[in-house]
């Protein structure tokens, strides 16, 4: 749980607010436009600007509001420390105020972009924006007060000690001026103010120390006045607001000499009267000042008094004197074993309910927890070898000590000289097999206890049967091979090798120099008589091919006459053009009409310019340059306006 604030965020000022957000604004965003661009465009940039600004405006009140505590969240004592100090409703009125603003930005933000997206020029849209601009910076300014006042909860809520309300506590209260500072200052290293007057401690005070290695707190409250709770200050507010929710162990601090300027009769008047806020805590009354009267020096009326408040048995009385330190640390161990003992019950006790059951972290450690027991009652001792039982104790001055694998290292000549024998432990069916040449050992056995002893005499007999079975033609296959066949195929065999020797030799003789690009087989040109020589090698007849290739031209030149006749008029033909010439007027180019090439009627040239427009929308849309704009030089030098001046920089290009 959060119990410090001094990372909550600056809160700015109204202006600065304001200058923070509009320069963010100006330097995050283009600031260029132009009333020949597309009005789509000055659109969107007016509309960018002002959703960045609502924006910024957003997340800056988002983290004031996400910075400061939300009471609900916290614990009851942070909650009324902060209602004791700064009025827990001012403090929500202000929160509220901003979360308002933040809306009411956003509702304006919101109307003015649908405003402009039906802006008709230029200057209308930068009407719009000032106008959407002005109103955000209106709402702001409304914010002063709120803003001053949450600025100045901020620096107090930092300047706060960091109080954990979980942790073991020591809580030291009473009246002003019984010595609450000077213990505090005893036990801890805290730097409180110790005055000889009343009320010197206007807030409260945190020390820490270590006890037997646990971490504790103490908290020195400020005095507290004998009056109803109805007319008690801040000052004293505080202290009854860390008694009644802190869970601590409470020092209630008397001075029996009244030196603090209020009787002993009034300081148990205020024992008795803020006994309630004690109800289950642990309370110790602690007599200070007994360098200078002590409880026995008092009227027995007095002393009847004091013992009437230790008659229940829950309070204890302790002892010390700050000025002489007597007492101090025994009054620090007494309270913290009280308080440790009592938190540990208190955890013991966390799971109980009300039959008797044990739950909670108690249950959980005991349902994991199994004693087992021998079965019919009967006691199980510890087994232990009656070797170990008999071996005396290792004395190294003893002559009649059992050696030890160190003795015998030292006796053949110390470490470097002297190998341990790993194979002597050892546990083999047979003692002999632990030195065997091949060590491996398998189920209790070495390997070599495996190879059989006669496996060379037998392997001799297995070569004479082979040497035998070979003379005897066993191995021989049945059918002849021709020898002239197999002749046949080795010769060929030689003749496919030669041959793909000498394509690799042709490959690496076309090979040109390595920074030259080398041209695919299938751009290379090749001359009609390398084909043939190719198909002859192949065994391809070629004898018609030349003849088989050129009648398809003249085919196709006859058949494109043919369709000509067909399809002009015989009587204007001219019959005298001669081939050239046909071929000539055919090559020649004729004039092409751009809009009119490729479409067959009117109706598909309205639909491929319908299509040519819609694809050119998204470049309008953009003011991106097109084929059909005409080169504009820029109207203003780049190398000097580009880009944005930063804050106090006067240089320029």
């Known amino acids: 749980m959060k119990t410090t604030w001094k990372d909550i965020p600056p809160v700015p000022t109204q202006q600065e607010f304001l200058d923070i957000v509009l320069s963010r604004t100006q330097r995050k965003l283009p600031?260029?436009?132009?009333?020949?661009?597309?009005?789509?465009?000055?659109?969107?940039?007016y509309t960018r600007k002002v959703k960045f600004t609502q924006e910024t405006f957003s997340d800056k009140f988002g983290a004031i509001l996400e910075g400061f505590p939300r009471l609900q969240d916290i614990h009851p004592f942070h909650k009324d420390?902060?209602?004791?100090?700064?009025?827990?409703?001012?403090?929500?009125?202000?929160?509220?105020?901003?979360?308002?603003?933040?809306?009411?930005?956003?509702?304006?933000?919101?109307?003015?972009?649908?405003?402009?997206?039906?802006?008709?020029?230029?200057?209308?849209?930068?009407?719009?924006?000032?106008?959407?601009?002005?109103?955000?910076?209106?709402?702001?300014?409304?914010?002063?007060?709120?803003?001053?006042?949450?600025?100045q909860v901020r620096q107090h809520l930092g300047r706060l000690p960091s109080i954990d309300p979980n942790t073991r506590t020591l809580l030291i209260c009473g009246y002003p001026n019984v010595g609450k500072s000077s213990f505090l200052r005893s036990i801890t290293r805290a730097d409180v103010d110790v005055q000889p007057?009343?009320?010197?401690?206007?807030?409260?005070?945190?020390?820490?120390?270590?006890?037997?290695?646990?971490?504790?707190?103490?908290?020195?409250?400020?005095?507290?006045?004998?009056?109803?709770?109805?007319?008690?200050?801040?000052?004293?507010?505080?202290?009854?607001?860390?008694?009644?929710?802190?869970?601590?162990?409470?020092?209630?601090f008397m001075d029996l000499s009244e030196q603090c300027g209020y009787s002993v009769q009034a300081q148990i008047q205020l024992f008795r009267?803020?006994?309630?806020?004690?109800?289950?805590?642990?309370?110790?009354?602690?007599?200070?000042?007994?360098?200078?009267?002590?409880?026995?020096?008092?009227?027995?009326?007095?002393?009847?008094?004091?013992?009437?408040?230790?008659?229940?048995?829950?309070?204890?009385?302790?002892?010390?004197?700050?000025?002489?330190?007597?007492?101090?640390?025994d009054v620090k161990n007494a309270a913290c074993d009280r308080l440790i003992a009592d938190r540990v019950n208190q955890k013991l006790k966390a799971g109980t309910t009300n039959?008797?059951?044990?739950?909670?972290?108690?249950?959980?450690?005991?349902?994991?927890?199994?004693?087992?027991?021998?079965?019919?009652g009967q006691t199980l001792e510890t087994f232990i070898p009656e070797a170990v039982k008999n071996m005396s104790k290792y004395d190294k001055n003893d002559p009649e000590r059992r050696k030890l694998a160190r003795d015998v290292e030292v006796e053949h000549g110390g470490a470097g000289v002297y190998n341990v024998d790993m194979r002597a432990d050892y546990l083999l069916e047979n003692p002999e097999w632990k030195y065997d040449k091949i060590p491996e050992i398998f189920d209790g056995k070495n390997v070599y206890d495996f190879v059989d002893p006669d496996i060379e005499a037998k392997l001799q007999e297995l070569e004479e049967e082979e040497e035998k079975l070979e003379q005897e033609g066993y191995y021989d296959?049945?059918?002849?091979?021709?020898?002239?066949?197999?002749?046949?195929?080795?010769?060929?065999?030689?003749?496919?090798?030669?041959?793909?020797?000498?394509?690799r030799n042709e490959a690496h003789m076309k090979k040109r120099l390595k920074n030259q690009a080398i041209i695919p087989r299938k751009a290379m040109k090749k001359p009609f008589s390398e084909l043939e020589d190719a198909l002859d090698q192949l065994g391809v007849d070629t004898t018609n091919l030349a003849e088989r290739a050129q009648p398809k031209a003249r085919t196709r030149g006859r058949s494109m006459s043919r369709s000509r006749l067909g399809t002009e008029?015989?009587?204007?033909?001219?019959?005298?053009?001669?081939?050239?010439?046909?071929?000539?007027?055919?090559?020649?180019?004729?004039?092409?009409?751009?809009?009119?090439?490729?479409?067959?009627?009117?109706?598909?040239?309205?639909?491929?310019?319908?299509?040519?427009?819609?694809?050119?929308?998204?470049?309008?849309r953009m003011a991106r340059q097109g084929e059909a704009d005409r080169h504009t030089t820029a109207s203003i030098a780049k190398h000097l306006f580009s880009g944005k001046r930063g804050m106090g920089k006067t240089t320029r290009r």
């Open 569 to 620: 008029d015989a009587d204007t033909m001219d019959v005298d053009k001669t081939a050239r010439d046909r071929m000539r007027s055919r090559s020649r180019a004729p004039t092409t009409n751009r809009r009119d090439d490729g479409v067959q009627n009117d109706g598909l040239r309205t639909k491929a310019e319908r299509l040519a427009k819609l694809n050119q929308k998204k470049m309008n």
């Open 197 to 252: 007057y009343a009320f010197t401690t206007k807030s409260l005070f945190v020390g820490h120390f270590d006890y037997k290695y646990l971490r504790f707190q103490a908290i020195d409250t400020p005095g507290i006045l004998d009056h109803p709770l109805e007319e008690m200050n801040t000052i004293e507010m505080q202290s009854i607001t860390a008694i009644a929710h802190l869970r601590s162990a409470i020092l209630y």
């Open 31 to 45: 600031t260029q436009i132009r009333a020949g661009f597309k009005i789509s465009r000055i659109r969107a940039f």
């Open 477 to 503: 296959s049945d059918e002849e091979i021709d020898d002239d066949d197999e002749a046949d195929v080795l010769r060929k065999a030689e003749l496919i090798r030669e041959k793909q020797q000498l394509i």
């Open 273 to 329: 009267s803020i006994k309630p806020l004690f109800s289950n805590k642990l309370v110790f009354l602690v007599i200070n000042k007994i360098d200078v009267a002590r409880p026995e020096d008092l009227s027995a009326d007095v002393q009847a008094e004091l013992q009437s408040l230790l008659k229940s048995g829950e309070v204890e009385m302790l002892q010390l004197s700050c000025n002489t330190q007597e007492g101090v640390q």
């Open 81 to 151: 420390l902060l209602n004791t100090l700064y009025d827990a409703d001012h403090f929500r009125i202000a929160l509220g105020q901003l979360s308002t603003a933040k809306h009411l930005v956003e509702t304006i933000s919101r109307d003015y972009v649908r405003l402009l997206k039906y802006g008709q020029s230029l200057f209308q849209c930068k009407q719009l924006k000032k106008a959407a601009l002005g109103r955000m910076a209106t709402l702001v300014k409304r914010l002063k007060d709120p803003l001053l006042y949450l600025d």
């Open 355 to 376: 039959n008797g059951a044990i739950g909670g972290r108690l249950a959980d450690v005991m349902a994991r927890i199994h004693v087992a027991q021998p079965m019919g």
